[in-house]
């Protein structure tokens, strides 16, 4: 299998969080994003791991659902809380946002990836993931972060065990259904899904990846 060589995560709910009742506040603005941006703060450990990425050489982009203006505005808030990623991509550069393949390809291509085999897409909603399997790249959802949860990740953290895991179970379930590759918990957990995505696997799957709750099964194995 070619080594990971591109991260794309989306920005809204993956990298960044402000809650659902805020992300849908800002959404009915003139300039959503640029509400957003003041509101949002990145997930707790995003900037270790963007250091980890750089030292395995692995590029992050970011994209989402921006503007012009809105990714100047979210590079600076990137900058703003640490994170220094590749490039930051909106759809004003492609003729059609998701669930098109478009957006996912252009920023591969200005990142200098050659294969999309090498790219994995990282994102929340079930439109992330059906964007990612029309570009041909890797999957990857995550389950406890996002506008559609409707809450803080800073929240969900504080949960008891039981009912946080039943939060997950609900957004695995719709992540797989989209075709989720591989689901995790937060963005925070990458490093260990491309060590699971990078291994060796028989010829017979050399073009897909086994079965989702397989490979689900296994990381969570490997979390405790």
């Known amino acids: 299998m070619a080594t990971i060589d591109t991260v794309l995560c989306d920005l809204v709910g993956t990298l960044a969080d402000c809650g659902g009742l805020a992300w849908a506040e800002c959404a009915r603005l003139d300039r959503p994003f640029q509400a957003w941006f003041g509101r949002a703060e990145a997930i707790p450990g995003v900037v270790d791991l963007c250091w980890a990425l750089n030292r395995q050489k692995v590029r992050l982009g970011v994209w989402g659902e921006l503007g012009d203006a809105d990714v100047e ?130 010829e017979e799957h050399t073009s897909e990846l086994q079965s989702h709750s397989d490979l689900v099964c296994r990381l969570l194995l490997e979390k405790k």
């Open 73 to 202: 505005a979210a590079l600076g808030a990137l900058r703003g809380w640490g994170v220094q990623p590749a490039g930051v991509f909106g759809v004003a550069a492609v003729p059609t946002g998701r669930p098109a393949p478009y957006l996912l390809q252009h920023a591969a291509m200005r990142l200098g990836s050659l294969d999309v085999r090498r790219c994995v897409v990282v994102g929340d909603e079930e439109l992330d993931i059906e964007t990612a399997r029309n570009a041909g790249m890797w999957a990857v959802g995550v389950s406890l972060t996002g506008p559609g949860l409707g809450r803080r990740w800073t929240e969900v953290a504080r949960m008891e065990g039981v009912r946080r895991a039943q939060l997950a179970a609900e957004r695995v379930q719709a992540l797989e259904a989209a075709g989720a590759h591989l689901v995790i918990d937060t963005v925070l957990d990458l490093p260990r899904a491309l060590a699971v995505l990078e291994r060796p696997r028989s």
